[in-house]
Protein backbone atom coordinates (compact mmCIF):
# COMPACT_ATOMS: atom_id res chain seq x y z
CA UNK A 1 0.00 0.00 0.00
CA UNK A 2 1.52 3.50 -0.49
CA UNK A 3 -0.12 5.20 2.02
CA UNK A 4 -1.95 3.97 5.29
CA UNK A 5 -5.22 5.78 5.48
CA UNK A 6 -6.58 4.39 8.87
CA UNK A 7 -5.23 5.65 12.28
CA UNK A 8 -1.59 4.65 13.34
CA UNK A 9 -1.76 2.23 16.02
CA UNK A 10 2.03 3.34 16.89
CA UNK A 11 5.63 4.98 15.25
CA UNK A 12 9.12 3.79 14.80
CA UNK A 13 11.44 6.68 15.77
CA UNK A 14 14.00 8.25 13.10
CA UNK A 15 16.66 10.67 12.49
CA UNK A 16 17.65 11.55 16.38
CA UNK A 17 19.95 14.11 17.08
CA UNK A 18 20.49 17.01 19.37
CA UNK A 19 18.17 19.54 17.91
CA UNK A 20 15.61 17.57 16.07
CA UNK A 21 13.57 13.64 15.89
CA UNK A 22 11.67 12.01 12.88
CA UNK A 23 9.23 9.23 13.06
CA UNK A 24 7.07 7.51 10.91
CA UNK A 25 3.77 6.48 11.56
CA UNK A 26 3.12 3.97 9.31
CA UNK A 27 6.44 2.24 8.81
CA UNK A 28 5.39 -0.35 6.21
CA UNK A 29 4.10 1.64 3.79
CA UNK A 30 5.49 2.43 0.27
CA UNK A 31 5.29 6.33 0.45
CA UNK A 32 7.62 6.39 3.81
CA UNK A 33 5.46 9.50 5.22
CA UNK A 34 8.04 10.78 7.59
CA UNK A 35 7.33 13.54 10.12
CA UNK A 36 9.77 15.70 12.05
CA UNK A 37 10.24 17.95 15.66
CA UNK A 38 13.07 20.49 15.05
CA UNK A 39 14.32 23.30 17.76
CA UNK A 40 14.19 26.70 15.26
CA UNK A 41 14.99 30.11 17.42
CA UNK A 42 11.13 30.54 18.39
CA UNK A 43 10.84 26.89 19.85
CA UNK A 44 9.90 23.49 18.40
CA UNK A 45 8.76 23.14 14.80
CA UNK A 46 6.65 20.35 13.72
CA UNK A 47 7.46 19.22 10.24
CA UNK A 48 4.58 17.67 8.08
CA UNK A 49 3.53 15.81 10.77
CA UNK A 50 1.22 12.67 10.96
CA UNK A 51 -0.37 11.47 14.76
CA UNK A 52 0.33 8.60 16.35
CA UNK A 53 -0.42 7.16 20.08
CA UNK A 54 3.05 8.17 21.90
CA UNK A 55 4.21 10.92 19.81
CA UNK A 56 3.38 13.69 21.94
CA UNK A 57 5.66 12.56 23.75
CA UNK A 58 8.29 12.47 21.67
CA UNK A 59 7.62 16.42 20.65
CA UNK A 60 7.20 17.34 24.89
CA UNK A 61 10.82 15.32 25.43
CA UNK A 62 12.80 17.58 22.50
CA UNK A 63 10.56 20.82 24.20
CA UNK A 64 11.82 20.07 27.38
CA UNK A 65 15.48 19.26 26.50
CA UNK A 66 15.66 22.49 25.43
CA UNK A 67 13.76 24.57 27.59
CA UNK A 68 10.97 25.53 24.69
CA UNK A 69 7.26 24.89 23.76
CA UNK A 70 5.85 23.78 20.26
CA UNK A 71 6.01 27.51 18.27
CA UNK A 72 3.70 25.96 15.71
CA UNK A 73 2.67 23.44 12.43
CA UNK A 74 4.66 23.88 9.59
CA UNK A 75 3.55 22.64 6.27
CA UNK A 76 5.95 22.38 3.70
CA UNK A 77 4.55 20.72 0.68
CA UNK A 78 0.83 21.33 -0.82
CA UNK A 79 0.49 17.46 -0.79
CA UNK A 80 1.25 17.54 2.81
CA UNK A 81 -1.72 18.57 5.55
CA UNK A 82 -1.56 15.41 6.81
CA UNK A 83 -2.73 15.50 10.61
CA UNK A 84 -1.21 19.01 11.13
CA UNK A 85 -4.70 20.46 12.40
CA UNK A 86 -4.42 17.74 14.81
CA UNK A 87 -1.13 19.06 15.96
CA UNK A 88 -2.47 22.58 15.88
CA UNK A 89 -4.94 21.91 18.05
CA UNK A 90 -3.41 20.01 20.81
CA UNK A 91 -0.48 22.45 21.35
CA UNK A 92 -2.42 25.17 20.75
CA UNK A 93 -0.38 27.05 17.57
CA UNK A 94 -1.11 28.04 14.33
CA UNK A 95 -0.45 26.10 11.12
CA UNK A 96 2.11 28.25 9.24
CA UNK A 97 2.74 28.12 5.46
CA UNK A 98 4.68 30.25 2.50
CA UNK A 99 1.84 33.02 0.92
CA UNK A 100 2.70 31.52 -2.51
CA UNK A 101 1.77 28.08 -1.55
CA UNK A 102 -1.68 26.55 -2.77
CA UNK A 103 -4.09 23.77 -1.71
CA UNK A 104 -3.65 23.84 2.04
CA UNK A 105 -6.60 26.22 3.02
CA UNK A 106 -9.12 24.13 2.16
CA UNK A 107 -8.07 20.76 3.78
CA UNK A 108 -7.89 22.29 7.53
CA UNK A 109 -10.11 24.86 9.68
CA UNK A 110 -7.17 25.19 12.13
CA UNK A 111 -5.74 28.96 11.87
CA UNK A 112 -3.30 29.57 9.10
CA UNK A 113 -0.33 32.28 9.37
CA UNK A 114 1.25 32.60 6.42
CA UNK A 115 4.75 33.98 5.91
CA UNK A 116 6.92 35.96 2.99
CA UNK A 117 10.35 34.91 3.84
CA UNK A 118 10.57 32.32 6.81
CA UNK A 119 8.60 30.86 9.44
CA UNK A 120 11.76 31.50 12.49
CA UNK A 121 14.59 33.57 11.71
CA UNK A 122 16.59 30.43 12.47
CA UNK A 123 15.48 28.88 9.07
CA UNK A 124 16.11 29.22 5.25
CA UNK A 125 12.92 28.84 3.24
CA UNK A 126 14.03 27.49 -0.32
CA UNK A 127 10.88 28.24 -2.82
CA UNK A 128 10.09 25.29 -4.91
CA UNK A 129 7.60 25.06 -7.47
CA UNK A 130 8.55 23.34 -10.69
CA UNK A 131 5.67 22.37 -12.09
CA UNK A 132 1.60 23.42 -11.12
CA UNK A 133 0.29 22.42 -8.21
CA UNK A 134 3.46 21.36 -6.95
CA UNK A 135 4.62 23.82 -4.04
CA UNK A 136 7.46 23.01 -1.71
CA UNK A 137 8.99 24.68 0.85
CA UNK A 138 12.39 23.04 1.22
CA UNK A 139 14.27 24.17 4.56
CA UNK A 140 18.09 24.82 5.53
CA UNK A 141 18.83 25.43 9.57
CA UNK A 142 22.55 27.57 9.43
CA UNK A 143 22.76 26.77 13.17
CA UNK A 144 22.98 22.99 12.98
CA UNK A 145 23.20 22.41 9.08
CA UNK A 146 20.32 20.42 8.67
CA UNK A 147 18.28 20.33 5.51
CA UNK A 148 14.94 19.37 5.37
CA UNK A 149 13.30 18.27 1.90
CA UNK A 150 9.45 17.50 1.76
CA UNK A 151 9.00 16.16 -1.32
CA UNK A 152 11.78 16.43 -4.24
CA UNK A 153 14.10 14.72 -2.82
CA UNK A 154 13.68 11.43 -0.67
CA UNK A 155 14.47 7.89 0.82
CA UNK A 156 11.81 5.76 0.22
CA UNK A 157 11.97 3.25 -2.18
CA UNK A 158 10.48 5.05 -5.14
CA UNK A 159 13.05 7.24 -5.22
CA UNK A 160 17.03 5.63 -5.14
CA UNK A 161 18.47 3.70 -7.59
CA UNK A 162 22.18 1.78 -7.62
CA UNK A 163 23.81 2.89 -4.42
CA UNK A 164 22.50 6.32 -3.59
CA UNK A 165 21.26 7.40 -0.18
CA UNK A 166 19.22 10.03 -1.36
CA UNK A 167 17.42 10.28 -4.39
CA UNK A 168 15.21 12.54 -6.32
CA UNK A 169 11.12 11.76 -7.37
CA UNK A 170 11.52 10.39 -10.22
CA UNK A 171 9.75 13.15 -12.94
CA UNK A 172 12.26 15.60 -11.22
CA UNK A 173 15.30 13.53 -11.92
CA UNK A 174 14.84 15.46 -15.19
CA UNK A 175 14.96 19.08 -13.41
CA UNK A 176 17.11 18.88 -10.02
CA UNK A 177 17.05 21.25 -7.59
CA UNK A 178 20.26 22.22 -8.24
CA UNK A 179 20.24 25.30 -6.21
CA UNK A 180 20.73 23.23 -3.00
CA UNK A 181 24.16 22.74 -3.60
CA UNK A 182 25.15 26.01 -2.12
CA UNK A 183 24.51 24.02 1.17
CA UNK A 184 26.77 22.09 2.88
CA UNK A 185 24.54 20.22 5.63
CA UNK A 186 25.76 17.64 8.33
CA UNK A 187 22.29 15.75 7.90
CA UNK A 188 19.14 15.55 5.25
CA UNK A 189 15.97 14.94 6.77
CA UNK A 190 13.15 14.44 3.91
CA UNK A 191 9.40 13.77 3.96
CA UNK A 192 9.39 10.30 2.53
CA UNK A 193 11.99 8.12 4.46
CA UNK A 194 14.78 8.09 7.10
CA UNK A 195 17.34 10.80 6.78
CA UNK A 196 20.63 11.03 5.70
CA UNK A 197 22.92 11.39 8.76
CA UNK A 198 25.88 11.20 8.21
CA UNK A 199 28.24 12.34 5.35
CA UNK A 200 25.38 14.31 3.88
CA UNK A 201 26.70 16.59 1.75
CA UNK A 202 28.33 13.91 -0.44
CA UNK A 203 24.80 12.16 -0.77
CA UNK A 204 23.22 15.33 -1.64
CA UNK A 205 25.83 16.12 -4.09
CA UNK A 206 25.32 12.81 -5.39
CA UNK A 207 21.95 12.43 -5.84
CA UNK A 208 21.78 15.99 -7.64
CA UNK A 209 24.96 15.43 -10.23
CA UNK A 210 23.83 11.81 -11.24
CA UNK A 211 19.98 12.41 -11.25
CA UNK A 212 19.73 13.19 -15.33
CA UNK A 213 22.14 10.31 -15.68
CA UNK A 214 20.34 7.44 -13.24
CA UNK A 215 16.77 8.55 -15.11
CA UNK A 216 16.27 5.29 -17.29
CA UNK A 217 17.19 3.20 -14.96
CA UNK A 218 14.78 5.00 -12.49
CA UNK A 219 12.20 4.43 -14.79
CA UNK A 220 12.55 0.95 -14.74
CA UNK A 221 12.97 0.03 -11.14
CA UNK A 222 10.75 2.82 -9.82
CA UNK A 223 8.31 3.57 -12.63
CA UNK A 224 5.33 1.17 -10.61
CA UNK A 225 6.17 2.27 -6.82
CA UNK A 226 5.83 6.11 -8.54
CA UNK A 227 2.74 5.48 -9.99
CA UNK A 228 1.41 3.99 -7.29
CA UNK A 229 2.57 6.65 -4.61
CA UNK A 230 1.27 9.04 -6.99
CA UNK A 231 -2.39 7.56 -6.91
CA UNK A 232 -2.66 6.74 -3.50
CA UNK A 233 -1.18 11.00 -2.87
CA UNK A 234 -4.79 11.55 -4.74
CA UNK A 235 -6.97 9.55 -2.82
Known sequence: MAYERQAASGFREIDRWEDGVGWLAHPDELGQRASHAVVGEAGVWLLDPL????????????????????????????????????????????????????????????????????FDPAVEVVRRQPIPLWDEAILYWDNHQTLYTPESIGTAAPYL??????????????????????????????????GVLDDATRALEYALAGARRRFPRAVLENGPGTARSLVGALR
Do not use: K, N
Request: hydrophobic residues 35%; negative net charge; glycine residues 6%.
Open 51 to 118: WAPGVDDLIDDLSEEHDTAVAGVAICSCWHTRDAEQFARRYDVPITIPEWMGRVDDRTTAPIERYADS
Open 161 to 194: VDDERLGLELFFRLDPPHSLREYEPDRVIVGHGA
